[in-house]
């Protein structure tokens, strides 16, 4: 192994061989602490030797030979009898240190003073007759009768050829002996190894590496180390395990077994102080550790030093965490959790903080009587506020543990179930399910009985929960008035469910007066304005922008989730798709997986009701995929439906016949979700040929509808969807009825309804009446921005034109179709030979020329060649009708037309829509 940073040290020891050849007996002490290479060192020292005729003895010694005397002595005699090869070179016989030799005096022991005279005799002939090194590694485990013959030897030797040189750990001075003392008496060199510099483990990394590392990861090894060779290895066979590339420092098996060796060469006080500062981790600083450790404020300063010139520590922190975890686990099982109660016991009396105490009771798995439940229940809450799902739980359920109150027990449970919902609904269930019978009866608060009656309401015991609300309509204080309300809004509006048998909210439960006058945040009330009366630009912004910044938790999710459907079902799409992602974004941050799964599939309902069938269909599965199925619970039916129409969209029906096949919760047919999975397995069934059962599906859903909340039937069409049913099995007199019966429902239902149905509506008329249907219907949806029923409508308005024989017409519009089904990405829905450019007169204008009409007469003659009147003109641009007029004379003479009906034709011929980009924005559905 190659030595780093070590030239100078080397050198020092070179300088003391020359001038103990020379006749000059020296000693050298190596001096370090552990790990910092003193082994290393004197090997390389040694190595450097091998080319001149110096005889080298080594010998280790050991903590636990300190009480066999001559232990060290016996090893470099008998290295000395090995390394001569014949016996008159040493004494007679040297078979163990411990036994006699038959030269010596009956009845003496080695460690005797004759003995170690007669064995520093011995050292010394060796010196007469070529150089002697004598090594010794961890001199300050040496027994006391070899420490006696060294120092003889020593004083003996100044003009002898002899060079001792003594590795020992730490500071030498600090062990305390009369034979170590008068070691250090003796005339001698003293080389320090400091920790290596960022330079050296820099020359280090890159012999390793076979190039020079940047600066950052060199940086890295060295803060992680200090310097210390044993760990700079340590974390290089670590971060070299799966490949030669060195990359920044990765601490693994290798690393935390260096560290155990580092600790376990220091005394048994330095152990139990590392082991505190590790279990105390960032109040290490702030905390007495004597008072944990049993020593005084200088033992525990003597063993933080030690540690520091170790590597391990700096100051009181461990410098890398996987140390701290590697002293720790160290430890029996016992011992930690002893440990971690004697710091929560110390911490509460010192008045630390909640959450700091609570870490190390959960560790010791104590709830101390008076005191301790108190502590974790204000560390929970903390917990949970910083969105850390899981040590709240942790702590909540080791209050429950040990609690005996039922009462207590109960209230413990709920709280257990809020937090545990956040990432995981079908974790909540165990906690909340024993509690219903609790709930229904008044045995629990008001709040904590909302979140039992919500966790009933997303299993889909839809009922049982109107009973509850019904039952709770005379709360006794107005927080609790307003928690009753919320619910009983969720239920109806969310969940789309009312009464058993009625289609009404409870009596003084009208989400839209009482959330009005309960609602602080200003959320509800404005969200009960949008989906209650008549949706405009203002009551969409309203609820939008009480959503800016609107903090997420569990009380208000499901109306969070209703405001961002009410907009954009109020044909501010784009508007609502905004607020779900910073909304999104924010439940990302937060890790709150239940809030993601949530939020995403709204996100890409969002992105169907704009037509955008792509990122529809990957959003929904995304969110599937978050939670499990028992996780989603009838809520499930949102991002399946959502999945199944995209596909059904995008014609991959292998796709969506997959996703029908997953087990869905019965109780989900009950809600608004399982009335959307039905349209949308309804619509597939149309798509591959199956309108009967089709058919059956949709009138299960008008069905639900009816004996639910027939408030929501504004929202679904599910009319349209009968008269789509019927048209395809040829029944046109009843799609027409149904279609009808859609566009006579009051006001407040949708734009993108109401095109559905006269899109419908179109289809049973004759061509002249249907294209004037159709354009309405076009005009509806580019309002609402569903770009994929903008280009099917678009579709049937160009085969309505091609009927009438109106080719050149038939062919603008089918451009506009195509248009469309590219921004969804989906195929064009219209002929191709619609597409193909009809022969140009060899006189007309070049593509690149300029512009024949100026974008004004652009706008106007694009809407005249769709069919649209100077009436119907006047009122889409804001302009009058005289202006109309004057545009449309001034067209007719630059294309030389002289009626309505020839511009398609000239349109086309001169192509005229691909003339100015501003002309073909008016004609998109976001127009």
Known sequence: MQLFGRSRELQVLGEAFTDSAGGHGRLVIVTGGPGSGKTHLVHEFLTTLSSTDARILTGTTCATEQDRPMSLVGQLLR???????APQHAPPVMN????????????????????????????????????????????????????????????????????????????FSDIRSPAHTELLRQPHRRVRLAPLSEASVGELLAAQAGHTLPGPVRGAYHRATAGNPLLVHALLDDSTRFGPEVGRPVAGAAYRQAVLSLLHRGDASHVRVARVLAALGSLAGTVAVGELTGTTAAGTQEAVDALNSSGLLNSRAFRHPTAAAAVLEDMSAAERTELHGRIAHLLYRSGVPAVQVARH????????????????????????????VERCTDYL??????????????????????????????????????????????????????????YMLWRGDTELAAQAVASLVHAQSPTDAQIVAEVEFVRQWFYGVALPGKGAPVAGLDPRRRHVQADTSGLGARLAALIGGEATDESAAAVAQALQGHQLDHLNLELVAMS????????????????????????????????????????????????????????????????????????????????????????SYAEAEELL??????????TVFGIQYLRARGHHYLATDRPFAALNDFETCGRLLREGNPSLQKGIPWRSDLALANLRIGKARTAREWAEEQLRLPGGHSSRARAMALRLLAATCKPHRRASLLR?????????????????????????????GEYARARLVARQAAQEAEACRIESP????????????????????????????????????????????????????????????????????????????????????KLSDRWASTHTSTG
């Open 96 to 171: 163990s240190p411990v036994e006699t030799h038959r030269s010596w005096p009956s009845g003496h022991r080695l460690g005797h003073a004759p003995d170690g005279e007669r064995a520093a005799d011995a050292l010394l002939r060796l010196a007469d007759e070529r150089p002697l090194v004598i090594a010794v590694d961890d001199a300050h485990a040496m027994d006391r009768a070899s420490f006696q013959t060294i120092v003889r030897l020593l004083r003996r030797s100044r003009s002898r050829r002899l060079l001792v040189v003594c590795a020992t750990s730490g500071h």
């Open 397 to 454: 359920g080791l209050v429950l543990r040990d609690c005996a109150d039922d009462r207590e027990r109960h209230a413990l449970s709920v709280a257990l179930a809020r937090a545990e919902w956040r990432t995981n609904p079908a974790a909540a269930g165990p906690h909340l399910e024993p509690l219903r019978k609790d709930a229904l009866d008044g045995g629990l608060n008001m709040r904590d009985t909302a979140t039992v009656l919500r």
């Open 830 to 913: 219209v002929d191709a030979h619609l597409l193909e450019d009809p022969v140009r007169p060899e006189s007309s204008e070049a593509e690149d020329g300029p512009a024949i009409l100026s974008d004004a007469e652009c706008r106007v003659a694009g809407l005249a060649a769709l069919g649209y009147t100077n009436r119907e003109i006047s009122g889409r641009l804001h302009v009058t009708i005289s202006t109309v007029e004057q545009h449309l004379t001034r067209v007719y003479r630059k294309l030389q037309v002289a009626s309505r009906s020839e511009l398609p034709s000239k349109m086309l011929e001169h192509r005229i829509p």
């Open 564 to 651: 961002l459907l009410a907009i954009a079902h109020a044909d501010r799409p784009a508007l609502a798709a905004e607020a779900c992602d910073a909304l999104l974004e924010c439940a990302v941050e937060r890790r709150a997986t239940t809030w993601q799964a949530l939020l995403g599939s709204i996100r890409a309902e969002i992105a169907l009701l704009q037509g955008d069938v792509t990122t529809a269909s990957q959003g929904a599965l995304t969110a599937l995929g978050i939670l499990s199925a028992q996780s989603w619970g009838v809520l499930v039916g949102l991002p399946l439906s959502t999945a199944i129409a995209a596909y059904t969209a995008m014609g």
């Open 776 to 804: 309405e219907s076009i005009d509806l949806l580019k309002t609402c921005g569903d770009r994929y029923a903008l280009a099917q409508a678009y579709a049937d308005l160009s085969a309505a034109h091609y009927e009438l």
């Open 361 to 388: 009771l959960h560790a010791a798995g104590l709830v101390p009587e008076g005191w301790g439940a108190g502590i974790l229940r204000a560390a929970a809450e903390q917990a949970l506020a910083a969105d850390d």
């Open 79 to 85: 290295n000395a009898e090995v390394e001569c090869g």
């Open 661 to 670: 096949g997953h087990d869905v919760p019965e109780p989900m047919f009950r």
